[in-house]
């Protein structure tokens, strides 16, 4: 998987899927080799963050050792070049989201920055007092708060999306939520708690049938699920790079163009302007309006590296990987007595969240790190999702391309010890 | 390598499965709620203070209720059982002694006597992470003593 293609067919033919070999994959991940406590380390933490394949953080190296310099400013050659790698890397994100122009794809620091960026810029201009903004049960607090502070500045009133007990959007009571009020609807492509995948063109279809704009968070999405924004027809799109093996620190927001042309700057500085006077300041066009300041050039460079990594192993090829993982990590989970799985959608990608009877997650999670086993426990930035399900905690697998057959039984194994630990 | 077992004592287990003192005590004239941010850690502490004329006396009663994992919960447990009968000032002293204990500044063959049956907890040194477990419910303790009226955090 060393050698990556400049051009890529954008899916893979299905034939190549009995090809995957995880083994040869997991030696792309260094970190992958090392050992905790003195047990391999058994990585189950990937919806929180991926590790990042040898290409990406050969790109960081080579961003910094051959090309730095800033970016849309010098006109001497490592300027030029840094220009071409950074704008190289908006391109290929803009084919891995199949967006129309590269100019919609605005680099931020992360899904949270970018959801920020709309509820702040798009939100302030469009929603007023007495409005409506609906978002689902589902969502991160990084798809909540945003809109809770717009709801504060503006006057607005957030609705939420309820759930049923497997985790999946109950679909007719978003239809009695939508109403003349509904000013923006914020979405999860999928859960990260639960994993559960939402049926998102449908939920746009609703939403645009009364004018209303949908912004996404595709945080979780992006690593599993292929993206073509044109064809789910959202509004805006967000999403990180270091949940798709790129760096911290960087991500995308897409959005549709006469949106983005409409709405005021984010923040002011360097590089979102075209002229500047003290009486009046003239903004850049798309997407620079949106970059004031010197980004993170060798975070969107890795970005497209790992964007580059992930084509190149084939998003068909990693979904039917992890779908096969899910099966038999539910499988294999569900026959431990005492451990319930919360979040049993039909459409799920692979995250097993689960509760032991009497036994707190973070003990669990003491437990299995002794043992090698990285998982997540706690209220994944969900607490109204917990409170849903009526836990304060639960734990959290979340596998990523690089894991195997084995470490789910590694896992397994782990939740029999924290069983003999807690007897 | 930490060794689960000088966490997980069998002690703070018994603990932890059957707390001491875990119900709402009434009268209370002290009470404070803890928060644990990272992991949803949630309790209650209940005091009953001796206050005559103005003047704050000894800890007559003491109670707590939630959830939480089973270093927060039997941490919360012990602290019950070994404050009755102290004043305010010897609290905040346990609460400073066990939470040195905790973070690993005791000295490794010190005998503190003071701290009793709380010197189980002295396997948590080894596993940082859980320190805030551990020390939630004192937090709580003194935020009640303090009467502050919003809920303790463990973030400092």
Redesign the interface.
């Known amino acids: 998987m060393n050698a990556v293609p400049n051009t890529y067919p954008l899916i893979e033919s299905s034939a190549k899927l009995g090809d995957y070999d995880v083994f040869k994959i997991r030696e792309d991940f260094p970190i992958l080799g090392q050992k905790v406590h003195g047990k391999p380390l058994v990585y189950l933490d990937n919806a929180a963050t991926t590790q990042k394949p040898r290409t990406v953080i050969d790109a960081l190296t080579h961003y910094y050792t051959t090309e730095n310099a800033n970016i849309h400013r010098g006109v001497h050659a490592l300027s030029e070049l840094a220009t071409e790698s950074y704008e190289r890397a908006r391109r290929k994100i803009q084919r891995f989201i199949h967006a129309p122009d590269p100019s919609q794809v605005i680099f931020v620091r992360g899904t949270t920055e970018g959801i920020n960026l709309v509820a702040q810029t798009y939100g302030r201009t469009h929603i007023q007092s007495g409005d409506e903004i609906i978002i689902s049960m589902l969502e991160h607090h990084s798809n909540i708060v945003p809109w809770q502070i717009l709801s504060e500045q503006v006057g607005a009133r957030l609705r939420v999306i309820p759930i049923n007990d497997s985790g999946e959007l109950l679909l007719d009571e978003f239809e009695k939520l939508l109403g003349p009020k509904t000013k923006i609807v914020g979405i999860a492509h999928v859960s990260n708690a639960l994993g559960t995948i939402l049926p998102l063109r449908k939920i746009i279809e609703m939403a645009h049938r009364r004018n209303v704009p949908v912004v996404v968070d595709g945080a979780q999405a992006a690593p599993h699920v292929p993206i073509d924004v044109q064809a789910l027809d959202c509004d805006f799109y967000a999403f990180s790079a270091h949940k798709m093996y790129g760096p911290t620190g960087i991500g995308a927001l897409y959005g549709k163009r006469e949106l983005l042309d409409a709405m005021p700057p984010y923040h002011g500085g360097g590089d979102m302007i075209s002229s500047v006077t003290f009486e009046k300041t003239l903004y850049n066009k798309l997407p620079y309006k949106f970059e004031a300041g010197t980004p993170d050039i060798s975070g969107v460079i890795g970005f497209g590296a790992a964007v580059d990594y992930v084509t190149a192993t084939g998003l068909d090829r990693i979904a039917a990987h992890e779908e096969e993982l899910l099966a038999y990590a539910t499988q294999a989970l569900s026959a431990i007595p005492e451990l319930r799985l919360i979040g049993t959608a039909k459409s799920k990608a692979a995250v097993v969240s689960f509760v032991l009877d009497s036994i707190h997650a973070h003990d669990v999670g003491t437990v299995l790190d002794q043992e090698g086993i990285a998982i997540r426990t706690g209220h994944h930035c969900a607490q109204p999702l917990m409170n849903r399900f009526g836990v304060e905690a639960t734990a959290r697998a979340s596998f990523a391309l690089y894991n195997t057959r084995e470490e789910v039984d590694a896992l397994v194994q782990g939740i029999q010890k924290v069983r003999e630990v807690f007897a | 390598?930490?060794d689960?077992r000088e966490?997980?004592q069998e002690v703070i287990?018994e603990h932890s499965?059957t707390p001491r003192n875990f119900r709402e005590l009434k009268p209370a004239n002290r009470k404070a709620e803890g928060y644990n941010p990272?992991?949803?850690?949630?309790f209650t502490v209940f005091l009953d203070v001796e206050d005559s004329n103005g003047k704050e006396g000894r800890i007559r009663d003491i109670a707590f209720q939630g959830?939480?994992?089973?270093?927060s919960?039997a941490s919360a447990s012990m602290m019950t059982q070994s404050l009755k009968g102290k004043s305010r000032a010897e609290a905040e002293k346990l609460f400073d002694t066990f939470h040195k204990l905790v973070t690993g500044q005791l000295p490794a063959n010190g005998n503190q006597a003071e701290l009793g049956k709380l010197s189980v907890f002295a396997g948590v040194s080894e596993?940082p992470?859980?320190v805030k477990?551990a020390t939630l419910a004192w937090h709580t303790l003194r935020a009640a003593l303090e009467r502050q009226p919003e809920p303790a955090t463990t973030e400092e």
């Open positions: 390598m930490a689960l966490l997980y287990l499965k990272l992991c949803g850690d949630h959830s939480g994992c089973a270093i919960k596993f992470m859980r477990c």
